[in-house]
């Protein structure tokens, strides 16, 4: 079975400060990962995905994750946060074909200014 | 391009009632899915569908269906809404590829009282 675990329902960064959001997947075979980011009362949009390329993904806004798989991690960081940076942020797993697709329980960002 | 678009945005049901949740795409997308995001538990697969007249489980499939006559469309159907199917609805769509990205539709919030 998949599955992914987003450690920390809730993190509190100072705007200017590093952003660190855990993520942590179970797979038997190679995985895609990806990280999403969601503003309120508004669909998914993709931050970043890792498809077996290159470990450190480089994704919009700043973001960027590593794919370490001895870790089965795959955080997601960004050097400084801004005040629109705040968001949940969804980290997903899949194999194989796609067709199944799972989403970690998500991590809600706030920015104090 | 309207990328994924869903009808309605909100809807309140009577427990017992039925409904038709719309989802389409003009990106010429094979695979569709369905997912509903409920608090703390992240999205979770509902219903996928790889092309017209193919569809299949996800996740948490009971008490919904689904069809795909044309690649655009690819609405969901709760038969008897339930309390328990309370929760916010989001429809999305990618190319054929596991690592190819999913976009998200805006989402419709569901109301079974």
């Known amino acids: 079975a998949q599955s992914v675990t987003q450690l920390g329902s809730h993190v509190s960064v100072s705007e200017g400060a590093l952003v660190l959001l855990r993520c942590n997947y179970s797979?038997?075979?190679?995985?895609?990962l990806f990280w999403y980011v969601q503003y309120p009362n508004q669909g998914l949009q993709l931050l970043l995905k890792y498809t077996s390329a290159a470990t450190l993904v480089k994704g919009i806004n700043g973001f960027e994750a590593e794919f370490k798989k001895s870790e089965t991690s795959f955080h997601l960081t960004k050097p400084s946060a801004h005040m629109s940076d705040a968001a949940e942020y969804f980290c997903a797993v899949t194999k194989g074909t796609g067709n199944q697709f799972y989403f970690g329980t998500g991590t809600s960002l706030t920015v104090i200014p | 391009n309207a990328g994924v678009t869903q009808t309605p945005k909100f809807q309140v049901l009577k427990t017992g009632q039925s409904m038709t949740l719309q989802c389409a795409q003009d990106m010429n997308h094979e695979y569709m899915s369905w997912y509903r995001q409920d608090p703390g538990m992240g999205l979770r697969l509902i219903h996928y569908?790889?092309?017209?007249?193919?569809?299949d489980q996800g996740e948490v499939p009971n008490g919904y269906n689904v069809s795909r006559s044309t690649t655009e469309d690819f609405p969901l159907r709760l038969l008897s809404a339930a309390p328990s199917q309370t929760s916010v609805y989001f429809c999305?769509?990618?190319?054929?590829?596991?690592?190819?990205?999913?976009?998200f539709g805006p989402g419709t919030r569901l109301t079974v009282l």
């Open positions: 569908s790889v092309g017209a007249g193919i569809t």
């Open positions: 797979s038997s075979v190679p995985p895609y």
């Open positions: 999305a769509s990618r190319k054929q590829g596991a690592s190819d990205t999913q976009y």
